[in-house]
């Protein structure tokens, strides 16, 4: 039998991280009797009192957030890194190997209107949270025990995101985390064998392909990647090679909201819910080096897979085995390109 | 200020699969506002006419399941790996690398009782269970397109698991999945650089530091490995290096047995509620070839943070960046150790 990409098993590659994970397209048709998630209610006010984000009111610690009109950054009350020095001689050669992590958590809000997403913001709003990103990018990135700034956000209980306020965080600290630092390699190793960018060639490979591509406007593009794990998992790029958002031109960064703004919609159509998922930017390490290897891109991971209450569980032979999907990413990308651009609460 | 591990953000290496991750002690102290799961109810009843998976019943295609008295074993309706052969030529060097894949997977009923979980059973009744993994794994590991077999187990529905009824899966395939591809690529290195055995020496450094050693017995031990990422993640090893259940004596099967039983019922015990989990065994390929480098461990991956209701959620940061944890090996050790043996539903 000749192989066919739409039905048969098989494996793809992920050259980002030099892993492999499993397509199974003829899984898609198994039916769900499991857990089903809650789908959060549409009815929120624009201020809750009880929000520990909404201006005015106090947080955890005491403190009062201030009367803000767009976004707001402060430092998270309870961070998993610390900005403090400490001294470490480590044991010799064992198997108890570790190094004390120096860092800064902060929480950024989007917006003081409580019942907003990004998908329901503005561009122009959406530019501003971008612009907040930049200024946190810089200042943070300049510190010289800072090496790496992860800008993300946690979308929907299901996310283990506590709270609907539209917001998200940025962890900086001295290491390269473990999945860019796996990145990093790759990209470099690519970098010092062809001389030339693997995501910037990606990129032209994708337009080139048409078929996994989601959205394009004139600087930026989104796409399902070839090796997407999440059934609805996608990658927003810019299409010139840039190694952090420091280097947006006004056109990129306006591209770049206005990809956002689109993904978001079509997602929350998707399943007219909205709809969760972890986002977040890699971007080169803020070492104070070059990084020619570097394109600047943002993963988002949904968890949904079939409808607004049941999502893919990674579990058993996902976290033993490796990353394993039904859908097709082609399929998956072709029905968010199809799915409408304008939101389904404002239609 | 001088490093105290159970205070300060630090970093730990995780030598199977060459990765870090990060420990935030300090942060066991956040407050938990976000979403709660579902605690199961206690009283199922022993035999479910609506299950697939109870003796007698009829399943998704048909067929009947056998009046079965201890184990039962069947292909699985809806398989992610086929167990067919295709043809396929690869395009040259691009980004669009895949390679079919080859497999079987199979659903290993653990007991006739709908009711029962490997915490209820008794130990007899758990090596009946390993017995038929043993049977499993020869038969698939002897097909010459089979080189890796994983067995096993998601429990719960915060687990993926549709179904309360005891029970595991088998997925046999031809390719090393990319997790237990690091795994072997690490434990190869360790032992062309040292000439012993990665786990085997680990099982002698845990017994001698003794802090995160869960459980002991003749021939097994539990340990929170000092790399665990799951709050209460435990490894599960035979004293004895051996590359496969295979190799098992009656003793160790035995000693393995008693092992799973009393960490099931401690993990039971410490939120009081049927504990969900990930589980499954890695072992060494079935390719032919000797694995003197392979000792065979079984990992279990639980959810549970701070009860029954309130999980770990790997989102953002961990998803983009590394897996991080709260709770420190040291500290999760201790308490499951001091957890009692005996199962809260019948004392
Ligand atoms: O095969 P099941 O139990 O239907 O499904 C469960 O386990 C599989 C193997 O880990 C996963 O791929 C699925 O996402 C999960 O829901
Ligand atoms: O910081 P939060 O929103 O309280 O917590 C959430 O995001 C963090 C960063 O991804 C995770 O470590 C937590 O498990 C998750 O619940």
Not at 14 to 30: F, T
Not at 207 to 223: D, F, L, M, P, T
Request: hydrophobic share 35%; charged share 20%; proline share 7%.
């Amino acid at each position: 039998m000749v192989f066919d990409r739409n039905e048969h098993p098989h494996r793809r590659y992920n050259p980002l991280l030099g892993e492999w994970i499993l397509v199974s397209p003829q899984r898609a048709k198994r039916p769900w009797q499991g857990q089903q998630e809650t789908v959060v209610s549409d009815t929120l006010p624009s201020h809750d009192p009880s929000c520990y984000l909404c201006a005015g009111n106090t947080r955890a610690n005491g403190e009062i957030n201030p009367d803000y009109s767009d976004c707001f950054v402060f430092d998270n009350d309870f961070a998993a890194l610390l900005n403090r020095e400490v001294q470490y001689t480590a044991p010799p050669d064992s198997f108890f190997t570790l190094q004390p992590e120096r860092g800064i958590n902060r929480v950024v809000c989007f917006s003081p209107y409580h019942h907003l997403t990004l998908a329901e913001m503005n561009v122009t709003a959406i530019e501003k949270v971008i612009s907040t990103w930049q200024s946190e990018f810089e200042q943070l990135g300049q510190l010289d025990y800072i090496n790496h700034v992860q800008i993300f956000e946690n979308k929907g209980a299901v996310m283990g995101c506590s709270n609907p306020h539209p917001h998200g965080q940025i962890w900086a600290q001295s290491s390269l985390p473990t999945q860019v630092a796996k990145t990093h390699e790759h990209l470099t190793r690519y970098y010092q064998q062809k001389g030339t960018n693997l995501l910037s060639d990606y990129v032209q490979a994708e337009i080139q392909a048409k078929e996994r591509v989601v959205y394009s406007n004139a600087h930026c593009i989104v796409v399902v990647p070839f090796w997407a794990t999440w059934p609805y998992e996608t990658l927003l790029l810019p299409k010139r090679t840039i190694a952090t958002i420091l280097e947006f031109t006004a056109a990129e960064k306006a591209s770049f909201a206005e990809a956002i703004k689109v993904l978001t919609v079509k997602y929350d159509n998707l399943f007219q819910t909205s709809f969760p998922y972890s986002a977040g930017i890699h971007q080169a390490p803020t070492d104070g080096m070059p990084h020619p290897e570097w394109h600047l891109h943002m993963h988002f991971y949904p968890p949904l897979l079939r409808s607004a209450s049941v999502k893919k569980f990674m579990v058993g032979y996902e976290m033993l085995g490796e990353a394993q999907r039904d859908i097709t990413p082609e399929q998956s990308a072709a029905l968010l390109r199809e799915t409408s651009n304008q939101h389904y609460k404002q239609t």
